[in-house]
């Protein structure tokens, strides 16, 4: 793999991981995304609650979690209770549902605020890349394996792709910023 290419392909990961992180922000629509790092302790080890029960969204204020095994579904409500979401979850019937509360907006302005916080988390570690990879070029260069020509051109296309990566996390974030913000 040319260095373009694994430079494109660390930098997509960065994105992925930045869009992850964006799904785990609460808005002010219930998000089944809001309890992916929610664990749970059950059959004496913890384990993520995506793999004990089915959470969907059958309203916009709203979850529903459905354990696989319904004798789990008291540890489920205590662990995501634990999770500090500002959530109070319901136990009934083997299945727990979460009513989520509308948000104030000081509430929404520091989610918001750490909305930015991980966007520019993402950009240092895309500018991060560029760097070690800009690096790894002119060591190519400077051993004599490229020519000056090749290595211009490729420290070109690493820049492209920095910048368009950088400008992908930009409209993720205005849009989950939106999603946030809106009442």
């Known amino acids: 793999m040319g260095v373009v290419e694994e430079t494109k392909s660390k930098m997509q990961v960065a994105v992925e991981h930045f869009k992850q992180e964006l799904r785990n922000l609460r ?4 998000n089944p995304g809001m309890l992916d790092n929610v ?3 059950v059959y004496g080890e ?5 793999e004990l029960a089915h959470v969907t969204s059958p309203e916009s204020r709203q979850l529903l979690v459905t354990p696989f095994d319904p004798q789990t579904a008291a540890a489920i409500s205590k662990g995501i209770e634990r999770a500090n979401l500002n959530v109070q979850p319901i136990l009934e019937r083997g299945v727990i549902r979460i009513n989520i509360p509308p948000m104030d907006e000081s509430t929404r302005k520091q989610i918001a605020k750490q909305a930015k916080e991980k966007a520019e988390a993402a950009k240092v570690v895309i500018r ?6 800009n690096e790894v070029i002119r060591k190519l260069k400077t051993d004599g394996i490229d020519t000056e ?3 211009k051109k490729n420290e070109k296309k690493v820049q492209e792709l920095t910048d368009q990566f950088c ?3 930009d409209t993720l974030l205005a849009s989950k910023e939106k999603e946030i913000l809106a009442v």
């Open 39 to 41: 664990h749970v302790e």
């Open 27 to 30: 808005s002010n629509r219930a």
């Open 149 to 151: 020509d090749v290595m």
């Open 128 to 133: 991060e890349i560029r760097r070690k990879i």
């Open 167 to 169: 400008k992908e996390v």
């Open 46 to 50: 913890t384990m993520r609650l995506k």
